[in-house]
């Protein structure tokens, strides 16, 4: 069955970065667009950013554009997402989600999704 | 940015009763429009895609319908663990979420 098995939780100062990972299993990792979604405690979800696993290309939304990086390993089926400087406002769960639909098309539903990552910023 | 809106931002439900969902597109998405479900401390679920399409194995008392602008998530005979908080998504120009319906059982 499709898993997707992040990270720990993680604690971090301003200023410094993160790198969540996200293992994959149940499916073949390079057929299948991943994403990043997070959620700051108590509101909605916002779009990070994807990564196509197969070729390596990637696109981020616009607000974290410079800070944030989406590479993966295909030998070890992982995607991984580090964020830069980090503020207290980056504080949040990251999740890892993969598209419903094959390689063809970056813009479909998530059906799969990671259990998320807690990271916390704080001085 | 296409910027998705929610409405209502809350609803208090008795079991058995019949709940709406309405999602609105800043701009035209088609059907391009996708619903999850998300409980307490646990990862969103998917339960609608493009719009009308149920995901596998998400009970039929859920259904989608809608396009272009205007989206409607329903939940027929709502049950106590429908408790959560619903959110829209478009895949249609980018990505974007709607800020999400909290669903309460009375």
């Known amino acids: 069955q499709v898993q997707l098995v992040q990270s720990g939780a993680e604690v971090k100062k301003p200023g410094a970065s993160v790198k969540v990972s996200c293992k994959a299993s149940?499916?073949?990792?390079?057929?299948?667009?991943m994403h990043w979604v997070r959620q700051a405690p108590g509101q909605g979800l916002e779009w990070m950013g994807w990564?196509?696993?197969?070729?390596?290309?990637?696109n981020y939304a616009q607000k974290f554009q410079g800070r944030v990086t989406m590479t993966r390993d295909t030998s070890i089926s992982t995607a991984y997402m580090e964020l830069s400087r980090l503020r207290s406002d980056d504080t949040a769960v990251y999740y890892c989600?993969?598209?419903?639909?094959?390689?063809?098309?970056?813009?479909?539903?998530?059906?799969?999704w990671g259990q998320g990552t807690l990271v916390t910023v704080s001085s | 940015e296409i910027v998705l809106t929610q409405s209502p931002d809350f609803q208090s439900v008795t079991p058995k009763e019949k709940v709406t969902i309405t999602c609105r597109a800043s701009?035209?998405?088609?059907?391009?429009l996708h619903w999850y479900q998300q409980k307490p401390d646990q990862s969103p679920k998917l339960l609608i895609k493009?719009?009308?399409q149920s995901f596998s194995g998400v009970p039929s008392r859920f259904s989608g319908s809608g396009s272009g602008t205007d989206f409607t998530l329903t939940i027929n005979s709502l049950e106590a663990e429908d408790a959560a908080t619903y959110y829209c998504?478009?895949?249609?120009?980018?990505?974007?979420f709607g800020p999400g319906t909290k669903v309460d059982i009375k």
């Open positions: 989600a993969r598209v419903i639909v094959p390689i063809a098309a970056a813009g479909s539903p998530f059906d799969y």
């Open positions: 149940g499916y073949t990792f390079t057929g299948y667009y």
């Open positions: 990564i196509n696993p197969n070729s390596g290309g990637t």
């Open positions: 701009q035209s998405i088609g059907s391009s």
């Open positions: 493009y719009a009308s």
């Open positions: 998504h478009q895949s249609s120009r980018g990505f974007t």
